[in-house]
């Protein structure tokens, strides 16, 4: 198949779009392709010519795996692993590398409808000196599954962001890439020799790059799949580092329910996801020669057979380009990308990744942000973040959410309160989902508990993220709760939590309420309901894993009318207090004809306060507190489906 570069906006790349100005290249080096096992030989192996760029500054390089089911075929059935190779380069270099840039792994996908797909994204901006002019990829696909009736159909395209990359990478030396036999101490030092090597001169920071997954189930811990065991890295006889080769989230895995058990915690994968490198930097101060060793933790196994899946590079960087430089690298929500899939589609707190690129430490951050075409919110963001670190910034929700556009944007204009040095990576649009839907503002939540009632709680969360009401108690298996919710023209959060007490008999959490492969817990069931006249609202697929989130709102449409105007606006002052406060009271509360009310509510929500006023005649409201406790209480003004809250300190 002929490939070609696709010079295109930053506007049409996959609903994205970072920087303001420059362009971004697509490469596609596997279009439309099926690919399957051969039980014969245990792998399948898929090439694809990229024209890659000849030349050029990119700041970041990521590539976009795709997977749908063939339409004459079932989705493959089981987790195996793949591997995306480096393979042959014509031009300017005209080698063969064979080397591994990515590693994923595929989901139980034998449940999945023919509509199914999904893309994952991985960052490989440290290969990006080595993707130029002409390059072959290998996609290998492992496995010995029958493939007469089964296979994917995959695509695969490598993104170039244009921009000054960070700093220079001088040199690039793959360690080594092989199977690791594991159980046997002296057998895997044997395998993993020591690597030694002089930096490049004007190295500043050496990179450690490893790619590692545990595979197979011996005896007596079934490593090396589901043991968690611990990584040593030693430099020039010392001991430097220490990282546990595991993975605890793949119960939140984007791509859920899948038909086998995509829950369990594995060897540094899940299945279903791409596989994360772990990157360890050495700081240069001119040493001649370095030795680096890699070792496990001591394991001696007595039966079957384990192994560990390693890659490792060594990546010499000059020095950073910028003393001051935040980047935005992605939206988590609002954000269509399937691998967000759990945190959207929502009306409440924006989310977005941001980054320090630079050499000065970032203590503060503005942001603009809103839906593109429309008016921008503003914020401060306080923190800390040194070279390299990132962090999920939540935006306040109470934005202009009028629809003039399906994209949200995000801007830095500003670094340690003066203006980023790096403007390029700034900015960032993405294309949003559909609205949340519209609910009832009276709404009975039904919860049947399994066997495991303790695991299991649920909250609702007003825009702001606070906890409007929650259930954590549940007392009792196969027992029916009912909860009903008066609500405000706002929007909500609905959340399910799995991650509570497992049962002693069966210790296992976040595996949703009703799950296959662990009958021990029985069947659970939630729905949301109309609480006026039974209807229903919406019911939760019990095998969701850690937890589940539905955003919703209430009184209005979420994407006609501006949220913000609807929402926790009341003040409190002085705040903290001693005997008294004033309310400050949103307009829309005063001189009409609805009765307001005014609680106070201790932590555990216990009412301790209570004031009914016929006709509230002005926006500031004394309340007297000399028969409250001392502590910090929750403050709720409500008038007909309207409330408004703020926290208030009694000192």
């Given amino acids: 198949m002929k490939n070609q570069i696709f010079l295109i906006l930053y506007l049409l790349v996959g609903g994205n779009s970072w920087g303001k100005s420059g362009d971004t290249l ?81 989901p139980y996908g034998f449940g999945f409808n023919k509509a199914w797909n999904h893309t994952w994204r991985f960052d490989i901006t440290d290969f990006e000196s080595l993707l130029r002019d002409s390059v072959e990829i290998e996609y290998r696909h492992t496995g010995y599954e029958a493939k007469n009736d089964r296979g994917w159909i995959i695509d695969l395209k490598f993104v170039f962001i244009e921009g000054e990359p960070l700093r220079d990478v001088l040199g690039i030396t793959r360690m080594y890439q092989k199977s690791v036999p594991f159980g046997d101490d002296a057998l895997f030092e044997e395998r993993t020799p020591d690597f030694s090597w002089s930096p490049t001169p004007g190295t500043e920071t050496s990179r450690i790059k490893i790619i590692q997954t545990g595979h197979g189930m011996d005896q007596p811990s079934n490593c090396a799949e589901f043991c968690p065991r611990y990584r040593y890295l030693w430099l020039d006889g010392k001991y430097v580092d220490t990282s546990l080769v595991w993975r605890d989230d793949c119960g939140a895995n984007p791509v859920y329910p899948q038909a086998g058990t995509w829950i369990y915690d594995r060897s540094a994968w899940c299945p279903g ?79 977005i990744t941001v980054r320090n690129n630079g050499k000065t430490p970032i203590y503060s951050l503005d942001i603009e942000y809103g839906i593109s075409g429309g008016r921008l919110s503003k914020h401060h963001w306080v923190g800390k973040l040194m070279f390299g670190e990132t962090a999920q910034v939540r935006l306040p929700y109470n934005m202009d959410w009028t629809p003039v556009s399906n994209h949200f944007e995000a801007n830095i204009f500003k670094t340690n309160g003066n203006p980023d040095q790096d403007e390029s990576n700034n900015y ?38 606070n906890v409007y ?58 729905q949301l309901r109309n609480a006026d006249n039974g209807a229903l609202l919406h019911t939760f697929n019990g095998d969701f894993g850690t937890d589940l989130r539905l955003d919703f709102s209430v009184g209005y449409v979420i994407n006609t009318e501006k949220i913000g105007a609807y929402t926790t606006d009341l003040r409190a002052y002085p705040n903290p207090t001693e005997n008294q406060f004033t309310l400050d009271i949103p307009k829309r509360f005063v001189k009409n004809t609805s009765s307001t009310i005014i609680e106070i509510l201790d932590l555990q929500g216990k009412v301790v306060y209570e004031q009914h006023i016929a006709h509230l005649e002005s926006a500031l409201f004394d309340v007297r507190t000399e028969n409250i406790a001392r502590g910090m209480y929750l403050v709720k003004l409500k008038q007909n489906n309207d409330l408004c809250t703020t926290k208030v300190l009694l000192r």
Avoid at 89 to 102: A, H, V
Avoid at 475 to 491: K, S, V
Wanted: glycine share 6%.
């Fill in 26 to 106: 697509i490469v596609n080096t596997h279009q439309n392709v099926l690919i399957q096992t051969d039980p014969s030989k245990g792998n399948t192996r898929y090439y694809g010519w990229g024209n890659f760029p000849k030349e050029g500054k990119y700041q970041r390089v990521y590539a976009e795996l795709s997977f749908k089911c063939p339409d004459n075929l079932r989705c493959g059935e089981w987790d195996y692993l793949n591997y995306i190779y480096l393979r042959t380069r014509k031009g300017n270099f005209n080698d063969t590398l064979n080397w591994e840039i990515m590693r994923f792994i595929t």
């Fill in 273 to 351: 996801q791409n596989v994360e490198e772990y990157n360890f930097d050495i700081k240069e101060n001119g040493d001649s020669t370095h030795t680096f060793d890699l070792d496990m933790q001591s394991y001696t196994k007595t039966s079957g057979n384990s192994n560990y899946v390693i890659t490792c590079y060594l990546i010499e960087y000059g020095p950073l380009k910028y003393n001051s430089d935040a980047a935005i690298l992605d939206v988590i929500q609002p954000s269509k990308h399937p691998q967000h899939l759990r945190q959207n589609p929502i009306c409440s707190e924006p989310i």
């Fill in 428 to 465: 960032i649009k993405v294309e949003m989902p559909a609205p949340p839907k519209l609910l009832n503002s009276r709404i009975l939540v039904m919860f049947r508990t399994n066997n495991a009632f303790k695991e299991t709680s649920w909250r609702l969360l007003d825009a702001g993220g």
């Fill in 469 to 526: 009401k929650e259930r954590k108690d549940f007392d009792a298996p196969n027992t029916i709760y009912r909860d009903t919710l008066d609500l405000y023209n706002g929007c909500f959060t609905f959340v399910v939590d799995d991650s509570g007490e497992p049962p002693a008999t069966y210790p296992l959490n976040e595996d949703g309420l009703n799950w296959w492969a662990n009958t021990a817990d029985g069947n659970g069931a939630v």
